[in-house]
Nanobody, 116 residues
């Protein structure tokens, strides 16, 4: 079963940093692009960042460009989201996503709360 699992959410002050991890289970991790999305309270889920299977192509939402960095370690089946200069508006549940030939899968989400 394809299953991403997120780790690393928590409470941080504005201007601080946090690193999220997502480990992939049940699929050929290095062959698939991985994405991060987030959903703030009362809002729709939105795109954050994507990284290609090789790690060679990176894409970011304008709202996080220059502050967040997506990376991956295929030997550990893990994708990371380094979040710097956090703002209260970054408060959300962050989800890891993968789309494989077996289907699309979401993690359970990890909550990030940024206090002002």
């Amino acid at each position: 079963q394809v299953q991403p699992v997120e780790f690393g959410g928590g409470l941080v002050q504005a201007g601080g940093s946090l690193r999220l991890s997502c480990r992939g289970f049940g699929f050929a991790f290095g062959r698939n692009a991985m994405g991060w999305f987030r959903q703030a309270p009362g809002k729709e889920r939105e795109y954050v960042a994507t990284i290609a299977g090789s790690g060679g192509s990176l894409f970011y939402a304008d709202s996080v460009k220059g502050r967040f960095t997506i990376s991956r370690d295929n030997a550990k089946n893990t994708v990371y989201l380094q979040m710097n200069s956090l703002k209260p508006e970054d408060t959300a549940v962050y989800y890891c996503n993968v789309n494989t030939w077996q289907g699309n899968a979401w993690g359970q989400g990890t909550l990030v709360t940024v206090s002002s």
